[in-house]
């Protein structure tokens, strides 16, 4: 029975090792037919996304623009913080979530000078072009800094799940007297 969960464990993370190579080598933005549990993922940030706009626009409009984008990464970090205060080996797949959120987030911002990007309706302000008014030069690097924060939280969440599924097999065998 440990043999076949750890080979279930073995199989989701090595489809996450999967995404996170595809991710770094083969995202683009509304151009790329992403697998689809990117694909799901990138359609739950969009309302996660979406609803951060509504909670922070409490807080004036500076936080209004930032929190659709926040409040998508957000989610799901807490999300990997409870379960990895809860049951450290499971907290590779929220923290997965994190790291695509992230990635998923960044061409967004890289956007801002250029404003291309298709937004979910037409005459809708453009976050990133607001929040970085005057200092539009930065959306590249600040872009290309989440993207790659991006990737490497799916990396650390791919290696962060072999490493406790590793380890819980083999307390699993060590309880069992194998």
């Known amino acids: 029975m440990k043999a076949t969960l750890l080979a279930v464990k073995g199989l989701v993370?090595?489809?996450?090792?999967?995404?996170?190579?595809w991710i770094?080598?083969?995202y683009a933005p509304q151009t790329s037919s992403p697998?689809?549990?990117?694909?799901?993922?990138?359609?739950?940030?969009?309302?996660?996304?979406?609803?951060?706009h509504l909670f922070f626009s409490l807080f004036g409009q500076y936080?209004?623009?930032?929190g659709g984008s926040l409040f998508q990464v957000l989610l799901p970090l807490a999300l990997a913080v409870v379960t990895f205060r809860q049951t450290r080996q499971h907290a590779a797949y929220p923290l997965f979530?994190?790291?695509?959120?992230?990635v998923n987030v960044s061409p967004y911002i890289q956007d801002a000078p250029a404003m291309k990007l298709k937004l979910i309706a037409s005459g809708l302000?453009?976050?990133?072009?607001?929040?970085?008014?005057g200092h539009l030069d930065w959306a590249e690097p600040l872009g290309g800094c989440v993207f790659l924060l991006g990737?490497?939280?799916?990396?650390?969440?791919?290696?962060?799940?072999i490493y406790f599924a590793v380890r819980s097999y083999r307390?699993?065998?060590a309880l069992s007297g194998e």
């Open 13 to 21: 993370l090595l489809y996450l090792a999967y995404l996170t190579i």
């Open 24 to 26: 770094a080598t083969s």
């Open 35 to 52: 697998p689809l549990l990117l694909w799901f993922l990138d359609l739950i940030n969009l309302y996660i996304h979406e609803a951060g």
């Open 63 to 66: 936080l209004h623009a930032l």
């Open 97 to 102: 979530w994190v790291g695509e959120s992230m």
């Open 125 to 133: 302000r453009h976050d990133w072009n607001y929040l970085l008014h």
């Open 151 to 161: 990737v490497l939280l799916c990396a650390t969440a791919v290696g962060g799940g």
């Open 171 to 173: 307390e699993a065998g």
